[in-house]
């Protein structure tokens, strides 16, 4: 299911070729000798790996060495970090905001800004708990117009930016404040609203495990899927482009990839299951990054999105509504604001006046970015929510553990983030020397 | 010249096109027959872009007939002059940066399978119609950024040709390119003549024109200023019309050379 040991787009190779010039020479029809094609074999990976590092395609390279320093940092100072509890935490609470920053790659994909996602999350959860505490709405339906409330929210941003050409980030400022100003009236002078948790989709977003009922089967069913899934896919993939002469993805690195996902699958699921179960919110989280991926790389409205974040001018020539699809983007930000406020009223049963507030707008940019979506638009993918929220959630449990204070945890997100930004920045160069950007 | 077709694939009658204050086209004639290259010839900010932004549909004409294959049409949107089979290549490249080959070649109209992007399919394709072109691109997945201005150029070419297009317009397709890749840029024109297709050429390159051109239109402050058959056409007469005199820049210099020579 995640894919977090390469970037989901790696090339293919051209099966034996390259390998011996004059071979080449000889049966290919004239090889440009400048030609990057990767090698067969382990050393084409390392060759490609080190070309790729030197034009600037750092990919989720840092946030991985990232991950490995943080976890190294936090286990040498507190031996419970790495242990089942801790991690099962960091799983269970980074899916709230992580919902956010699905939404927020979409619209750093465009190469814009939305700083409205914190208040609507919040504001998502008062007119749940509203309409179902004060009007004894059905929850699900609830559920249903919650999310739709965000939808709208964010189209409208989107219509503002798109069609009045107000600059995105005015617009979900001002967004921001009145989103915010919306949810304090809904709640009114109590400021909390208790949300009844015995079913519906709250209780669910705040339990573990709700697959086979706390059977730790469940865990393993899951993990087993996502693996037989790559498997069963890559090699439809493969063998479709074998028929078709083009290009395809050597067995060796389809088992390769397979193996790394099941260690990490499997690995996850032993330890949520040592723990208290694998945390709904999250399968609903990594359920929706499947879903995302698919619709960025596989359909043609993910490609509408990349070629106006790559080149607003293109993709209106080539016959792309830009306007639609910059505010398509938007509501659909808008709709994972609310689907994130959801899990944050999971987490607390309650809609409360802090919800989507704080450094949540902060740390829901931050994880998008820290996971490799570029902030000039067009480069991304959003598996880059899950590795950004797992550095992020990590930190801010890690300082907890070690009783750091709130104000330290802020200082060195806030570190995190500049330090995510200058790579993306520094990559960004590099890559326009290297004539790739 | 090739043979040339009766009716004209497509035709402008009387096109006029006013930008606020600018009469930027006034009154234009064109014809471009299947299997022939038009050389659209004149000076800067003689209307040469904006006449093709009409035929394009990005710019609608204010006035004027367009007729395609013998029919009068309306081209108000670019997606009119697509249905109809024109392809543009315009003077500032429209490609993606970030996508790659196959996925600029055919941005707008993916194909799909099951509603899915069918990438095998558009890779394998994009392999023949490069290959047919004699085109050669280091990877069709590399990112646009990472090839040459002159890759890029037969890039964006071969992207006009994905939807079977009947006319081909290129706004200055060599302007920026070097020696070989304009050859190569050339080629690719004489390559879609002999596929029938009518090409409008735009170019300042006098040598380009006569490399490759049937013929030549000339526009001069927005107005038709002559169309030449080229291989019975000079040089200076094709720059007498550019330039609209007799007595202009360059033949003052051509004159001022020659009588210092005989000093
Ligand atoms: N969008 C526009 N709005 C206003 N005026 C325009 C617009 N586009 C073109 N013009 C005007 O129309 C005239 C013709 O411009 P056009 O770009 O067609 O010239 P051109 O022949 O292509 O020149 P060049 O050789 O420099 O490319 C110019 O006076 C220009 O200022
Ligand atoms: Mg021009």
Redesign the interface.
Known sequence: MSDTTKTPTP??TVPAAAEDPTAAAVAA??V?P????REEGFKGYITEFKRKVKGGELGSIPVVVGLIVIATVFQLNNDRFLSADNLSNIGYYMAATGMLAIGLVFVLLLGEIDLSVGSVSGLASAVFAVVVTKHGMDAWLALLLTIVTGVAIGALHGWFFARIGVPAFVVTLAGFLGWNGLMLWLLGSSGTINIPSDDGPVSLLGKSSFLLDQDIVGAYLLAGLAVLSLLVGSFM?QR??RA????FRPTSEIVLRVVALAVVAFAAAVMFNNSAGVPNALVIFLVCLVIIDFVL????FG?KV??V???V???R????NVELVRITVFAIAGGFAALGGMFFAGQTSSATMLAGGGNTLMLAIAAAVIGGTSLFG??GTVWSALLGMLVIQSISTGLSLLNMEASIQYMITGAVLLGAVVIDSVSRRS?KA???? | MIHVSATPVLALRGASKRFGAVQALTDVHLEVHAGEVVALVGDNGAGKSTLVKAIAGVHPIDEGVVEWEGRPVSISKPHDAQELGVATVYQDLALCDNLDVVGNLYLGRELRRRGVLDEVTMEQKARELLSTLSIRIPSVRIPIAGLSGGQRQVVAIARALIGDPKIVILDEPTAALGVEQTAQVLDLVERLRERGLGVILISHNMADVKAVADTVAVLRLGKNNGTFPVKDTSHEEIIAAITGATDNAVTRRAERRTTEAAK
Do not use: M, N
Request: glycine share 20%; hydrophobic share 35%; charged share 30%.
């Open positions: 090339k293919g029809p004239a440009d400048r030609l990057l094609v993939d479709r482009r078709a002469g083009v290009p790389r596989r359909t043609s490609r990349f070629a974040g790559g080149g001018e293109a993709a020539r080539a016959g792309i067009g480069r890559q290297a004539g790739r950007a």
